[in-house]
């Protein structure tokens, strides 16, 4: 994978992590709260944020202080 491609899958990934805190609100918000589906979302969120930090160490450079 190019860095141009690590960097459009940061992308995607910032915008589908957003969306899933946007339906995790909107879930919690609502009268009829599935808790198991805010669950799988918020796990599904955090394997997101795992893939995030991966791609942003790569894409990251090592400076020696």
């Known amino acids: ?5 690590m960097r459009k899958r940061r992308t995607a990934l910032f915008i589908e992590h957003r969306d ?4 995790i ?3 919690s918000a609502s009268d009829n ?4 589906q805010i669950a799988r979302l918020k796990k599904r969120k955090l394997r997101l944020r795992d893939q995030l930090s991966i791609i942003e ?9």
Request: proline residues 4%.
């Open 1 to 5: 994978m190019t860095e141009d491609e």
């Open 33 to 36: 709260k599935d808790q198991l």
């Open 57 to 65: 160490d790569y894409l990251t450079p090592d400076i020696i202080a």
């Open 25 to 27: 609100e909107a879930l």
């Open 20 to 23: 899933l805190d946007a339906a």
